[in-house]
């Protein structure tokens, strides 16, 4: 089996998880990392036995050895760097959002494809499988006309970088600059992403939306404790036929519950839960609910416990239950197809565009109007203690 060579450029929180995963894949071999904080990287390489470490991105890029990068930095870098992957003739996975507007990431999804590597982005609820049976669901009618879905994402009390202080997170999460935006880049992205997935990624007609700050932090406003994005967005998007989707996305609120998300249809209705049990422990199930009869009646699915046997009964399933072995076995030839994440994290961030565009504008807006009003947020030239980089445009 081809093995496949990996660089991660960006040793922070998230690499972590990366580098767990990597681990996990038979035929993934993490060679080099770059980081521009010395001190980070190095405590980084000898942790996981990495002897080749960068913290000037170009030399990495120079090596003729890597096969594919990883892009583990802030929000606003994730363009910039993944375009300078890309041409440098290397596949590219970067985590999510896929950019700090959706004008970056239309630049880079275009990019991809003029290039032809590979570029995947994390949009980790994909690869659950309540959201596997959910959209073999919708694809096979079950459902009926699916008219209505709901994204929601709770965290009573968890802003980065301030409740949950450093070096936990750092406070360059809530900044414009590094972050973008808050709470919906953060979070909302995956439980967008996953809804968009199951209804076939429909087509965005326009959105209305408003974000919101208001949260004290310490008994003051948290902006005086740095924090510059959102900590609540809320949103109303219509698609193609009629369909809707609500969004409301926390950081911080005073509830301590928002409800489960969801999809109906005028033939049944899907409820994703948290509440499966595999082993002992929770884990993302889906209820499917109807009436026959003129009784009403609810299904439990058991996605968790079905997604667990779906490995025996299919090969490829294997590859299915985290998108880095998706990455990873797409590169190798071990998987033929794959989700292409980088076009669903796109009308990702059309919607989450269209969120923040409407606050501003205090009106509606239409797919056309985000495309053509969203403006990169790009940092396209960082100071560092070994220079400064100028990121290609």
Not at 80 to 96: F, N, T
Not at 295 to 320: H, T
Request: proline fraction near 4%; charged fraction near 25%.
């Amino acid at each position: 089996m081809k093995e496949i060579r990996v660089a991660i450029i960006g040793t922070g929180v998230i690499s972590h998880q990366h580098m767990e995963r990597y681990g996990k894949i038979h035929n993934a071999k993490v060679v080099a990392a770059c980081d521009i904080d010395k001190k980070k990287l190095e405590t980084w390489g000898e942790k996981y036995q990495i002897k080749d470490l960068y913290t000037d991105y170009r030399q990495l890029l120079k090596r003729d050895d890597i096969d594919a990068v990883d892009v583990c930095l802030h929000n606003n870098l994730h363009v910039p760097m993944s375009l300078e992957v890309l041409r440098a003739g290397k596949h590219c996975y970067c985590e999510k959002p896929m950019a700090g507007s959706y004008a970056d990431a239309k630049h880079l999804y275009e990019e991809a494809r003029k290039t032809g590597k590979e570029l995947s982005i994390h949009l980790d609820f994909l690869f659950r499988p309540q959201s596997r049976i959910a959209r073999k669901m919708v694809e096979n009618g079950e459902l009926g006309q699916v008219y209505h879905a709901r994204s929601v994402g709770l965290r009573r009390c968890m802003r980065p970088g301030l409740d949950v202080p450093p070096p936990a997170f750092s406070r360059d999460f809530l900044t414009k600059r590094w972050a973008g935006h808050g709470a919906l880049y953060d979070m909302g992205v995956y439980h967008i992403s996953q809804l968009l997935y199951i209804l076939g990624t429909p087509k965005l007609e326009r959105v209305t939306g408003h974000t919101y700050q208001k949260v004290p932090y310490l008994g003051k406003p948290a902006a005086e404790g740095g924090m510059e994005v959102e900590e609540l967005g809320i949103g109303l998007a219509t698609y193609e036929n009629g369909l809707t989707l609500d969004v409301i996305e926390s950081w911080a609120i005073h509830m301590d519950e928002l409800g489960p998300a969801f999809l109906v249809g005028d033939k049944g209705g899907l409820k994703l839960t948290e509440d499966d049990m595999v082993w002992g422990k929770p884990a993302p199930g889906l209820k499917f609910l109807t009436t026959k009869d003129l009784a009403n009646v609810d299904i439990n699915l058991k996605a968790a416990e079905n997604g667990m046997s779906e490995v025996f009964r299919d090969p490829d399933a294997r590859f299915l239950a985290d998108d880095q072995a998706c990455w990873i076995a797409y590169l190798s030839g071990e998987l033929k197809e794959r989700y292409d994440t980088a076009w669903l994290a796109l009308q990702t961030m059309l919607v989450s565009e269209g969120i923040f565009l409407s606050g501003e504008l205090k009106r509606e807006v239409t797919a056309d109007e985000i495309e053509s009003l969203s403006q990169s947020t790009a940092v396209v030239e960082q100071e560092t203690e070994w220079g400064t980089f100028h990121y290609q445009g």
